[in-house]
């Protein structure tokens, strides 16, 4: 049986609890991470893909501080992050860019951007969204919903693709 874990990081009521709570087959509860140098209090849920593979999902309560997730990417097991982002929160767009532009420029973990409220007719697109936060097309933006668990599935296997991605380039630069 093999545990991987996945960090949920966002800006402040941008999803993180909600996304980790529609995939998670127990109720969110509070614990510690140990990392590197210290112990980082986060959310936890769990999701079995299968009888090989459980992933663990951690959130961020802290939404300000982003700086542990360099001492998070030396922690076992760690698949990668997932950036939430609430399309219909203009006002949280720079904090979102910020987070973005950090973990581009900071985290060796691959990661994602799942962009929620989806059916919102005042959110931008996605696509609209990455252009909006200054983004390359390499980064990728998925849509979901956290009350459709396929869409939250979905945001987990684009993370799967970043991580294969990543494999295969250094297959290929070997
Ligand atoms: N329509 C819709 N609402 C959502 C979705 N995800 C979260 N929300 C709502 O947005 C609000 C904030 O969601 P949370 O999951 O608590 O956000 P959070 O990032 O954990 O918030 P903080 O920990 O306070 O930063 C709640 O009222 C949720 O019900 C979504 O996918 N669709
Ligand atoms: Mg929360």
Do not use: C
């Not at 300000?64 to 030396?74: G, K, L, P, Q, S």
């Amino acid at each position: 049986m093999q545990t991987a874990k996945i960090i949920v990081v966002g800006s402040f009521a941008s999803g993180k609890d909600a996304f980790i709570q529609a995939i998670s087959e127990i109720d969110l509860v509070a614990t510690e991470l140990q990392t590197a140098e210290n112990h980082v209090a986060l959310y936890f849920g769990r999701y079995t893909v299968d009888d090989e593979l459980v992933i663990h999902l951690f959130g961020t309560p802290d939404t300000r501080r982003f700086e542990f997730a360099w001492d998070i990417n030396y922690s076992r097991d760690l698949l990668g992050y997932v950036i939430v982002i609430n399309n219909a929160l203009p006002d949280a767009y720079p904090e979102a860019e910020r987070i973005v532009n950090l973990f581009r420029k900071s985290a060796p973990a691959p990661f994602v951007v799942a962009v929620n409220d989806q059916d919102d007719t005042n959110g931008l697109s996605p696509e609209e969204l990455r252009r909006v936060l200054h983004q390359p097309e390499s980064v990728k933006f998925i849509p979901y919903g956290a009350n459709d668990t396929e869409s939250v599935k979905k945001v987990l296997l684009g993370l799967m693709y970043e991580i294969f991605d990543r494999v295969n380039i250094r297959k290929q630069g070997a």
